[in-house]
T-cell receptor, first 114, second 114 residues
Framework: NAGVMQNPRHLVRRRGQEARLRCSPMKGHSHVYWYRQLPEEGLKFMVYLQKENIIDESGMPKERFSAEFPKEGPSILRIQQVVRGDSAAYFC????????????FGQGTRLTVV | AQSVTQPDIHITVSEGASLELRCNYSYGATPYLFWYVQSPGQGLQLLLKYFSGDTLVQGIKGFEAEFKRSQSSFNLRKPSVHWSDAAEYFC????????????FGGGTRLMVKP
């Protein structure tokens, strides 16, 4: 059973471009969580999705950021018109249920905005 | 609002010495508590978790943690540190009304002297 797969591992974008980060959860996991880790900081929750639904997006910036988890395919975190401050590591985690279980983390996507 | 504090940003210990990493949390309900380890450029690996029951929790790699409700703490311990334990350690809290939407502490970077 493969772990949580994130790609790309590293992504470089120029200011103003779009960044698309992908997350394939573990097999059998229908709950996906995105976190952002700024340099020298801990992880901050961004959004929680279940198949085709956004459950909680309280940690998402109000503009430029969006997330989806379609019925088929990976979860996508999309950042439009990236700025230097978006440079961070973005981690995805998945779990089989919402509670009473741990979430498994991917290796992360390190976004650099130049 | 829930929060996690890891008071020690950096800790250096000698190989073979004992280790204790501190974690204090604030959470309005019964907490789920986690310790994760992150090596440079890598994702997060779960060391141990507490959901309920015995307040002394055993994890992987010889780590343990003790949940003390009266002190709102969940400190991580290891009796004898190995050079390979050098990494960043994160404490996190979730719960019945948050599931795997975790709040992380700022992390403690552990360095091990030979």
């Amino acid at each position: 059973n493969a772990g949580v797969m994130q790609n790309p591992r590293h992504l470089v974008r120029r200011r103003g471009q779009e960044a698309r980060l992908r997350c394939s959860p573990m097999k059998g996991h229908s709950h996906v969580y995105w976190y952002r880790q700024l340099p020298e900081e801990g992880l901050k929750f961004m959004v929680y999705l279940q198949k085709e639904n956004i459950i909680d997006e309280s940690g998402m910036p109000k503009e430029r950021f969006s997330a989806e988890f379609p019925k088929e395919g990976p979860s996508i975190l999309r950042i439009q018109q990236v700025v230097r401050g978006d440079s961070a590591a973005y981690f995805c985690a998945s779990s089989p249920t919402a509670m009473n279980t741990e979430a498994f983390f991917g290796q992360g996507t390190r976004l650099t905005v130049v | 609002a829930q929060s996690v504090t890891q008071p020690d940003i950096h800790i250096t210990v000698s190989e073979g010495a004992s280790l204790e990493l501190r974690c204090n949390y604030s959470y309005g309900a019964t907490p789920y508590l986690f310790w994760y380890v992150q090596s440079p450029g890598q994702g997060l690996q779960l060391l141990l978790k507490y959901f309920s029951g015995d307040t002394l929790v055993q994890g992987i790699k010889g780590f343990e943690a003790e949940f003390k409700r009266s002190q709102s703490s969940f400190n991580l311990r290891k009796p004898s540190v190995h050079w390979s334990d050098a990494a960043e350690y994160f404490c996190a809290v979730g719960g019945n009304n948050a599931g795997n939407m975790l709040t992380f502490g700022g992390g403690t970077r552990l360095m091990v002297k030979p």
